[in-house]
């Protein structure tokens, strides 16, 4: 199983070498107090985290409360204008060191004045430290890997598994266009009509 | 053509064993303006090739005389509808995380639709490959309803030749793919039109996460439907059915065998008691 999921890893890496040239329109924005001010490069020490926030417990309360990109959402017309006025910490995907379960694995969440606030989970984030993806942050998975990776290879695994099926159906319905006994049979005509 | 369409739903799953790889792109494997867009446009048009390739052999089947010619016009729109899904969507998949056409109705901010420290895709170009979707879904769609209804004619009239029950078969068919590619329809319009249009769709990375794997679930669904359509036959039965009664045959026989083992047992050990 390890191996079909390391497989599909490396294809992906390898489809992922060719990127799109850089035709990018788009220009950055700059919104009020928590403006990043910042530009693309600035990818480990995030965006102007220390400039933007007096403490960790502001940052959070920026992105995961109120004030987060996630209150509303797109379709509630009260607040999409809050969405897009959001400025994010971190370039996707990373997130600030002692993230959610990044050096806390039993880690609770708290409910506070009606929206989540996961206080004890981000008690540990250290400010202007972007250097660990979302990913890694999502605490203990199994076969030593972590939660996130582990979802992606159970779900890797359940959608080879219909491929696998597929695979079988060919080989019990015996596909005439299948080239390898073909293409053997005419190179041994070819064999035999030259000697 | 079978083989056409069990070899489309390989395509499709391994395209989703890819995005599965990984499903957020949380974990940097996967990026959404390149790669993970791309191999979702591709997983999004599979299933869809599969109904084309089932409308055009249904109208071979009704159309296509005794020789069961596909007509020009259908193999020609085959063609078109297949290049022009694969080459539009998976290209308006990947402008729509890198160019800029929306404006999100936001008057006292202008170009509030730019963003690059985070994927967001642009709503115009998303409701356009919708709308690209959409064309094809409706014509299909009408292909297969305009075909069922052909075959209901041919066997309500019941001149000439007598329907036979794999055209009954096919008039079902037609009119379940007819209803699901009108229902693809309304939803494609519903999510390029109304809120959705004009409208940046952002992925900001989230505070925490679950095992639901979201939008992976219907696509496995759609890949073990396919599988389940695709069945080959094997003595006279479809494959499942031939399975699990050869299983249950299996079972039976053994149940059979270990009950008269008890019996021949206890029959022994009685005539023991009894010595």
């Known amino acids: 199983m390890i191996n079909i999921y390391q497989f599909i890893l490396g294809v992906t890496a390898l489809s992922s070498c060719t990127s799109i040239p850089s035709w990018q329109w788009r220009r950055q924005l700059v919104h009020g107090k928590y403006s990043t001010g910042m530009d693309n490069e600035h990818l480990v020490g995030g965006f102007n985290q220390t400039g933007r926030f007096n403490s960790s417990a502001e940052l959070i309360h920026y992105v995961c409360s109120n004030n987060g990109a996630f209150y509303g959402g797109l379709l509630a017309k009260a607040s999409w204008e809050h969405y897009y006025t959001y400025d994010p910490v971190c370039r996707f995907p990373y997130v600030n060191k002692g993230w959610y379960k990044d050096g806390d694995q039993n880690c609770d969440t708290t409910v506070i004045e009606g929206s989540k606030i996961y206080s004890q989970c981000f008690e540990d984030v250290v400010m202007d430290d972007c250097t660990i993806t979302f990913a890694q942050s999502t605490g203990d998975g199994f076969w030593g890997m972590n939660m996130y990776d582990s979802k992606c290879l159970v779900w890797t695994c359940f959608t080879m598994l219909p491929f696998m099926i597929s695979l079988y159906y060919l080989k019990v319905s015996e596909p005439p266009w299948c080239l390898v006994p073909r293409a053997s049979s005419l190179l041994k005509k070819l064999t035999q009509t030259s000697s | 053509m079978n083989e056409k369409m069990v070899f489309m739903n390989m395509m499709f799953s391994f395209c989703s064993a890819i995005i599965a790889s990984d499903i957020e792109c949380l974990a940097g494997r996967l990026d959404f303006e390149t790669t993970r867009s791309f191999f979702f446009a591709l997983a999004q048009f599979c299933p869809v090739h599969v109904g084309i390739l089932l409308v055009t052999a249904w109208i071979t089947i009704v159309d296509g005389g005794k020789k069961k010619k596909t007509p020009v016009w259908a193999r020609y729109m085959e063609n078109f509808s297949t290049a022009y899904g694969y080459c539009v969507t998976t290209f308006l998949s990947c402008a729509g995380y890198n160019i800029c056409l929306t404006d999100n109705n936001i008057p006292e901010d202008d170009g509030v639709c730019e963003y690059n420290h985070y994927p967001s895709e642009d709503g115009k170009v998303s409701a356009y490959k919708r709308i690209v979707l959409c064309s094809i879904y409706v014509t299909y769609g009408v292909l297969a309803g305009v075909y069922g209804s052909k075959i209901t004619m041919q066997l309500k009239s019941g001149k000439g030749k007598k329907a036979s029950p794999e055209e009954k078969k096919i008039r079902r068919w037609c009119y379940l793919v007819c209803t699901l590619y009108m229902g693809m329809t309304f939803t494609s319009i519903g999510g390029a039109m109304?809120?959705?249009?004009?409208?940046?769709?952002?992925?900001?990375?989230?505070?925490?996460?679950?095992?639901?794997?979201?939008?992976?679930?219907?696509?496995?669904?759609?890949?073990?439907?396919?599988?389940?359509?695709?069945?080959?036959?094997?003595?006279?039965?479809?494959?499942?059915?031939?399975?699990?009664?050869?299983?249950?045959?299996?079972?039976?026989?053994?149940?059979?065998?270990?009950?008269?083992?008890?019996?021949?047992?206890?029959?022994s050990t009685g005539g023991e008691r009894a010595s």
């Open chain 2, 194 to 267: 109304y809120e959705r249009y004009n409208r940046t769709i952002k992925m900001p990375v989230p505070c925490e996460t679950s095992w639901s794997p979201g939008f992976m679930f219907p696509m496995y669904m759609v890949q073990f439907a396919i599988c389940y359509a695709q069945q080959p036959m094997k003595k006279g039965k479809k494959f499942t059915t031939h399975v699990v009664s050869s299983a249950f045959a299996k079972f039976k026989s053994t149940n059979r065998s270990s009950s008269r083992r008890s019996k021949k047992s206890s029959k």
